[in-house]
Structure formats: C-alpha cells, structure tokens
C-alpha cells in the first residue's frame, strides 16, 4: 500500500506544465477571489429558493432563476431540458416521543420523515421499540420485530478521514432499513441520522422500499436523541415510541435541467454540473448550491477573463439529485440521442468547502493524463487525485464512456449540514467557495486544452 | 517556479516508508478520532478561562487548569516555568460613533482597542477622520494628519490563497500604524480589522508604539464598519469621528509556561507547543485553545498507545504569545541555561482546522528527510510542506539551531474569527480539531523515530 502511494505520487509529478497555463490558472483564481459571483450567486438562490425538493414550487422557482441567471451573464447558449420527477412532500409537522417504561409523559425527540416514505396513520404508530446496529442484527432478531418500531442505530465509523467514506459504510441502513424491517413485521423504523456529529439535528435523505410487499413508515433521529433512545433500551427496560408524520407521493411534475454553454470550434462538450434541487428541510447551501453556482461561476470566469474554449463548455443545474436522478438521467439520454460527444463530466455535489482534488472514474490514461497536471494546481491546494467515483449526476454518462471526475473538498463538516435545517448560506465560508470554483474552472481549462 | 515545484515533489516521494510506522500512525489516528480527548479539552478551557490575556486571572486559571490536567493524564513530569509577563487591559466598554458632515447624532461603530494602546482622554476624542490605505499614503499625508484621527484602511489581499500571506501583507497597518501617525500629529489611530470576511466584528491584536515619542490611543474597526467609513469619505464631505477607549497597562505579573513529558532512554527533547494566553474579546478557542490541547493530546496518544519514546517529548503551553512573547523566551533562556538539546520544535498556533502539513525553518537536509515521509502522512491529507516558517513561541530557539515546523491546517476560516468575539468552541469542528492532533502526534512520532 506505501509501496503504491510513493510509486503513484511519484508518478503524479512527471509533468512539466507550461508557464502560459500557470499564468491562466493564476488569473482565474485572482478573479474568483478578487472579484468572483459564487457566493452572490449562492445567496440568491438560497434565500429565494429554499427548500428546493423537486417537484416543489421551489424547485420550480430555481429554475427560473438560474435560466435567467444564466441568460443576464451572457452565455452563448441558455436552455432547459425537460424530465418528469418525482413529487414527495413532507406534509405538516411531524411528531415523535419516546416514552420510557412506565411513563406516561415522554420525552419529544427531533425526527424527520425520509425522502420516499409513506406516513404513519393519522392517529401515529404507538409501539415498543427494538434496536438494531446491523443489517445482521436486523435479520438476526427476525419476527420479533413484528408489531415493533425498529430503531435502526448504526453509528457512521468515525476512523475513516474522510466523512464520506464513513456515509457510505452507514448509509444502507437509511435507504433500505424499512425494506428490511417491514419483511418481518415491523411497524415502522427509525434511523439514526447519518452525521458524525453529535447534535439535536435529524437528518432526512432518500430511501427505498425495494421489494418490500408492505410500506412502513422510515424516519430519521438526532444522534443524541438516539444515543439518549440506546442509553434507555440498554438498561433494560421497555421502551415505546409514538411517531406521527405526514408525508405523501404525489403524481410526477414536470420539472427541468437548466444548461448554459460556452461554444468553441470543436461541438465535443465537456460538461460541469451540481444539482439544483435540494431537501425541503434547509436552504440546500452546501447540497447543492454550491455546486449549482460554482457550475456557473466556472462559465462566468471563462468569459470574463476571455478565455476561449476549444470544445463547448457546458455548466448542468441538474434536477432531482436527491430522490429519483431523473435529470442526470435526461441528461445522458438527450446527449445520447443528440450524438454529443463528451469528453469529460465534472460534478461538484460534496459541498462548498477548500476543495482538495478531483476523484476520478476513468481509464488509466486518462487518470495519468490528469496527473501529471498536478503540479499546476498545488499551490492551489488542489493535490489528490486518489479518490475513486464521478457523482450521481453524471453517473448515467458511464455508459457512453466518458471520464467522470468531482470535485473532493475537504469533507470533515459536510455531514454536519447534510440534509437539515442547517443546511443554510451561513455554513458556507466566501472563500471555500470560490475556491472550488477557481478549482473546477482551471480543470475544465486544462481538459479543454489538452484533451483527455 | 513550475519546474521547482515539480523537481520538489519528485524529491518528496523518494521515501520507502515502513509499515511499522504506516501501522503506529494508523493508530494514533485512529484513537484520536474514535476516542479522542481534544474538543473535551478545549471545551473545559474555552467555558471556565475564556479571555486569557497574560496577566488577567483567565490566564492564572488556565494555567492551574492545564498543569492540573496533564497532572491527571499521567505525564512522567509536569511543571510550571515562571516568567513576567505584560498586563494590558482593556477596561470598560469602548464607545465609537461616526458623523457625517453637519449630522449631530452620529453612527454607532464597533471598535477594540489594540493590544497595548495607550487610552483616549476619558471624555474621548472628536476629530475629523483623514483614510490611508498605506504607510506610503501616510507619509503623504504628512503633517495634514495634525489633529486628525487616521483612519487606516489597508484592505488584506484576498487573492492569496494563504489568508496568512494576505495577513502578512496588511498587518503592518496594525502594528505601527500608531508610531507612524503619531510623528504627524494624528491624534489617534482606526485600523481597518484583519480579516478577509466583511462582518461587524472588531478585531484586536497587538501594536507597538517603536520609537513614538507621543503614544496615541489605536484601535480596530469591523471591515463593514471600514467599507462604510471609506465611502462616506469617498464622497468628498468631511466625517468627524469620536472614540473612546479604556485600556491601560498596569505593571508586569507573574505567569508560567506549563510543561508536561513524557520521557525517553535520551534526554534530547522533542517540544511541541501553543500558547495559553488569548486576546481578552473571545474564548481563544483557535487561537491558541485548539494548539494546547493538540499538544496535550499528542502526550496522552503517546501514552495511551503505549508508544515508547526513545528521546522526551515534551507539551509546552506557552504564554504570552498574544502580547510579548515572554513565554517563548523564557523557555529558549532555560533550554540553553539547562544545556538541553532540542532535536526539534513543532507548534500549532494557526488554528484547529483540517491540518494540510507542516511549514519548516531548517537546513535542507532536515527538509529533504522530513519530506520523504510525506507517503506515510498523505492517506491523512498531510502532504504540503511547502511552506516556510517555525512559530512565534518556538522561534527563540531558533538561534540554539533548533529546526522549527508548524502545524498548516487549511487557512481559509481563521481570520473569520482571529482576535475577535466570535473565537469560540463552536467555531471548531471536532474532526478537524482531533486530525489537527493526530497530525502532531503522528509528525512528532517521526521524527522521535528517525531523528533530523
């Protein structure tokens, strides 16, 4: 493994870059910096649009506003592609308590209903609670959880650096929990909120039923009302938990992908995109604002310094990231359709944080390609190109063979906005920002200058 | 410039580390962020000796409380190093309005006395306010400025992506902005504050009135605060300020540096360190509160792993690195006086953000070893050492040949809060503060293994 890493990173710096591009990254972060719109852009849209779940007036309201966003900046091209998403809404205020045994007051606690779920009866679920740390545990404990509300309790692994590695070690037990639970009876599942934080915060996020013949009811918890919730049941004593929510599938809306492009000679597109809707419960700042304006900032920063692209430089707000990809997927398909070739896709959807590298999915001499450009972006602080995976976005572009590539910011507070009411402007700092958009501007220049 | 940055990367991954020392650091890792002691540290300092300005009793408590702490943990020997110290306060509320020409009710402002600045009269001063934006424009200004209240406005540079380059290039204003004007006849001095954020927020640091024969009152303005002033001023119509200040320097007190270590077969010392003291506005909990408990809890990883060193490790708690620099000299004087060789000298005074690497003051061939173990550090996102410099409180033993590192955590959010009311607890992320102290533990571990 050391072996690997000295022999990758000595690897990485065989490059000798011209100093004309060094002089062309150097001026796109004095402009992101000095003079840069990301964070204007950002308070725009998360003060005007909050909540922008798909489906949602929001939703509908942020695309109006990027399209003319995007028009007022002077794009070569501005238009929206259209895709049928989904419609879930969380519905009035949702209620929960914990009642320990013998108790007849209870204690509220903060939950929230995932993405996808169906309700609870309007009267709630009233039932005692039994926890699981594992899917193992889960199917271990089998019919006993019939009649039960299962308290899905797995803690995200807090040894990994990096937080997503410690989402995707947890994130199961959120999307396919009720799935899981319901095959045995269960009523309902709780799921501890994926965070690393220890905060009053649920957390909502997608889930699914699978093949799950009967809906239960999924929601998530605060970490500390689940630590407090594992503290009871670990003593022994019975617990019960009433729940209430009231979310609901309505019929698919129409909605859109909003793209902006800046044309070169060649009609090969590389593309740059965040999503632009976000959960209904915060303002989608980090999630994914910022991806949205940095997509954006990166066409505006060509255009303002007058840099020319060779290829058609495209930024994608795609809809509907969240629950369903709808967009992402409309999007491969229409690139499909159109016969355009792509040469590269770049997402920007792990928040708006000091960006530290791109991941990559692609050939091994696209990724040399990539890395011997790692001398230009150093004293960017833009150095790891070790991490695996494009985004969810651009996913559906695989198939046609083109190299994905996400922004890596550093990833140590993104999960503790993740999905909830704290997801807001004030969590993202001006710098970080424009500083992934800096970051994304000189990638998408070298591509568009050296190919891949 | 290109071509040294890439030879220099070629250089770094030429180490074929082992993985004795990848498992040992996976470790320390590992326990710092699964159990980890740092943010409980912090938040017993930050909550019980907020303000620890050398000399007040904030201070005093800090240091029985990080004496009495190490004591508790265990260490082989703690001890307190006494030295005098400055004892500079602040004294009542300070009180700032701006008028615009003929305007009788003027505009509240938020200011704070510079550290060490002499008060106004105590009915304050009226004067009419003259902007600089440099010590050149200054000079201009020349004896225009009698009678006058400079107003400094030397905006930090935000197209360095260090905030402490842009730091250094504006900090000047800060320090001898008083001295300068003051040989014109200004009547006092308002110093733009030092951060890249526009926000109300003072921000006090030290200043020092040279060789000034006419010491006069300085103090800081919020950056929106500055913007407003500028403009006002742009519009060409006299703006007539009054400030109010109560600061006063009493006599020296007595103060320690607090010491604990852990000891080896060699008596050679290894020392790593923060500083205890804080401005007296905020909690100090980035600066220094997250550089003294990461160096406590790099002794208490030590311990708890059971990792023998083979030289003394030692966590030293400077104080006064705010106001005078006492602690650092006293312990430089008595390393020599006591004939103690220091193999190395690590601090962390740049706040507990994600760490990026270390800065080196040291011969090349201590910098070229250092970086071969880059491989060992990247998987943690430690891989720039780049940048040059030791720390203040270390920098004394510099003259004794010591090489000097600090710990570079990302630098983008730490003017946000630097020497203001908004430096506390909930301003630190808790990863980032534990990956900040895995990185010295992990750094110091190294070099106790391989020498310099």
């Known amino acids: 493994m050391l072996r690997n890493i000295t022999l990758f990173l000595l690897m990485i710096f065989s490059f000798e870059a011209s100093s004309q591009d060094s002089l062309i990254i150097r ?36 695309v109006e506003w990027a399209y003319e966003r995007m028009k007022s900046l002077g794009f070569d091209t501005v238009y929206l592609q259209e895709c049928m998403v989904p419609h879930w809404v969380r519905g009035n205020a949702e209620e929960a308590k914990v009642f320990a045994a013998n108790s007849k007051t209870g204690k509220k606690v903060n939950i929230c209903a995932l993405g996808g779920s169906v309700a ?11 926890e699981v740390k594992s899917f193992d545990e889960l199917n271990k404990a089998g019919r006993s959880l019939n009649g039960k509300i299962v308290f899905f309790n797995q803690v995200m692994d807090p040894t990994h650096v990096s937080t997503f590695d410690a989402y995707g070690g947890a994130v199961g037990a959120r999307w396919a929990g009720a799935e899981a639970a319901s ?21 909502t996020g997608v889930m699914s039923y699978g093949k799950a013949t009967q809906k239960i009811p999924a929601c998530a918890i605060s970490t500390n009302d689940a630590d407090d919730l594992s503290k009871q049941l670990k003593a022994g004593n019975p617990v019960t938990m009433f729940l209430k929510t009231n979310c609901e599938t309505l019929p698919d809306e129409k909605s859109y992908n ?57 930024a994608v707000l795609f809809m509907n990231e969240e629950n369903g990809g709808r967009g992402g997927d409309k999007y491969a398909e229409e690139a499909l359709r159109k016969k ?37 972006l150093f004293p960017y602080g833009v150095y790891d190109f070790t991490r695996e995976g494009g985004g969810a976005d651009i996913e559906p572009l695989k198939e046609q063979g083109v190299p994905l590539f996400e922004l890596s910011p550093d990833s140590q507070r993104y999960f503790d906005f993740h999905h909830t ?32």
């Open 27 to 62: 001026k796109i972060y004095t402009a992101a910096l000095n003079e840069g719109q990301a964070y204007t852009f950002l308070s725009e849209l998360t003060s005007r649009y909050p909540g922008r779940l798909s489906g949602s007036k929001a939703a509908a309201g942020a």
């Open 120 to 130: 609870t009866p309007s009267k709630g679920i009233t039932a005692d609670v039994v």
């Open 183 to 203: 095959q045995y009876g269960a009523l309902a599942v709780v799921v501890r909120s994926m965070t690393l934080a220890h905060d009053d915060l649920p957390h």
């Open 421 to 452: 009411s704290a997801d807001q402007l004030n969590a993202v700092n001006p710098r970080e920002l424009a500083l992934g958009a800096a970051a994304v501007a000189s990638f998408v220049y070298l591509i568009d200058t050296y190919g891949l």
């Open 258 to 314: 909003v793209i902006g492009e800046m044309r070169g000679d060649s009609k090969d597109v590389i593309v740059m995109g965040g999503h632009l809707d976000s959960w209904d419960n915060g303002a989608g700042a980090h999630d994914d604002g910022a991806g949205c304006v940095q997509s954006i900032e990166m066409l505006r920063l060509f255009k303002t310094l007058g840099i020319k692209p060779k290829h058609t430089i495209r």
């Open 340 to 376: 355009e070739k792509h040469i590269a896709a770049i997402e920007s959807d792990a928040g708006g944080f000091s960006p530290r590298g791109f991941s990559m999915d692609a050939p091994v001499a696209v990724r040399e390609k990539v890395k011997s450009w790692v001398p230009l």
